[in-house]
Nanobody, 124 residues
């Protein structure tokens, strides 16, 4: 069983920045891929970014590429999402997810644990 706790969300003006954190329980954090997904009201959960277990590989949704950066600190069991140049369209609840595949995937079915989410609101 893995527990994930997201934090760092808030209200930010368009063009601003936020850094989300996700703390994971357990001693095997460094062995699995992690990802961030988001869900806006009335919309399906959407892939944002993923990072390999060693942090050697990352992959981003086109909508956030060049603005968001995913990273991880395996010594702290934590994954981060640095969000720059925020837009109103980035408004959503952001979730960190634990991967169950040994490769990069954007499909939510390939992730088996997620936290309670943190709200990010970009104002115009």
């Amino acid at each position: 069983q893995v527990q994930l706790v997201e934090s760092g969300g808030g209200l930010v003006q368009a063009g601003g920045s936020l850094r989300l954190s996700c703390a994971a329980s357990g001693r095997t954090f460094s062995t699995y891929f992690m990802a961030w997904f988001r869900q806006a009201p009335g919309k399906e959960r959407e892939f944002v970014a993923t990072i390999s277990a060693s942090a050697a590989s990352t992959y981003y949704a086109d909508s956030v590429k060049g603005r968001f950066t995913i990273s991880r600190d395996n010594a702290k069991n934590t994954v981060y999402l640095q969000m720059n140049s925020l837009k109103p369209d980035d408004t959503a609840v952001y979730y960190c997810d634990k991967g169950r595949r040994p490769y990069i995937t954007t499909l939510h079915v390939d992730y088996n644990y997620w936290g309670q989410g943190t709200q990010v609101t970009g104002s115009s």
